[in-house]
């Protein structure tokens, strides 16, 4: 029996554009192969996610919020950089063993290069503490952003994720604008939350953008974001992330078919 079912899984992502985006290269180039979005209950992950790697006909996964680090205990294998962030959004096979990967960083590293050169800075505000905000973090210090904040309405989590990366990464309070308004000034805001999808609020309106070097919001659809929309209206240059859903998009394909080690 061959392997020819790919899975978005996730929970509440019927806005997802993943779907069209596989499924269009997949009908072009590997016809045989479907790619399906399963929205599933958090009380429902582990079985389902058991059933599907156990199941002859899967060749792969992509894993969206809330599950990106829930995944991890799943998975016999991790590449170096899922490890390194402790989330994965790509589950690919090899040898018989399924691995755990993370094209976000990578992806986002590509978008974020050249916007760094024309709008330079080494300072990072990033809403969210979840899987998402996990691969941002990692590759701002992989750019040498050397002075990260985090802000999330939970501050556990923001907490965990401080203590993870360690030196120069900090935990601030999601409600303490004074605070969040020092850590916005010159520097790059990133959310790595779903805050703004389909027509939620911003998770910043543009009075508490003021001062900001740059804005990429993760967020995708609507275009443009409500935060991006925000961003304009306080002046400061901003970007979605389509373009990183595009590229993350690539990179898991060439891992399900082969192409590039992770």
């Known amino acids: 029996m061959s392997r020819t079912r790919l899975y978005l899984l996730g929970r509440g992502i019927d806005y997802s554009l993943s779907p069209s985006l596989h499924q269009e290269w997949l009908s072009a180039n590997r016809p045989k192969v479907s790619y399906r979005l399963v929205d599933i209950p958090e009380e429902e992950f582990d079985r389902v996610v058991a059933e599907l790697l156990s199941d002859p006909t899967t060749l792969g996964l992509n894993i969206t919020k809330p599950y990106k680090e829930r995944i991890v205990r799943h998975l016999p294998r991790l590449t170096l950089e899922a490890h390194a962030i402790g989330a994965v959004n790509t589950v690919f096979l090899r040898e018989g063993e399924w691995w755990g990967a ?22 990072a505000l990033v809403l969210g503490a979840g899987g998402a905000a996990r691969a941002v973090v990692y590759t701002l210090l992989g750019l040498g952003i050397g002075e990260i904040a985090i802000a999330s309405r939970r501050p556990e989590q923001a907490g965990r994720l401080s203590y993870h990366f360690g030196q120069g990464v900090r935990a601030v309070l999601a409600m303490s604008w004074p605070l969040r308004g020092q850590a916005v000034a010159g ?49 400061i240059p901003a970007r979605n992330g389509f373009g990183m859903l595009v590229r993350q998009a690539e990179l898991a394909r060439k891992l399900w078919f082969g192409e590039w080690g992770g």
Do not use: K
Request: aromatic share 4%.
């Open 102 to 123: 993370n094209t976000d960083a990578p992806a986002l590293a590509a978008e974020l290069s050249p916007l760094l050169r024309v709008f330079p800075t080494r300072r």
């Open 187 to 235: 520097a790059l805001v990133i959310n790595a939350t779903p805050a703004g999808t389909e027509g939620s609020p911003t998770p910043l309106a543009a009075d508490h953008l003021q001062g900001a070097r740059l804005v990429y919001d993760l967020v995708y659809t609507p275009r443009p974001t409500p935060l991006e929309m925000a961003a304009t209206l306080a002046g």
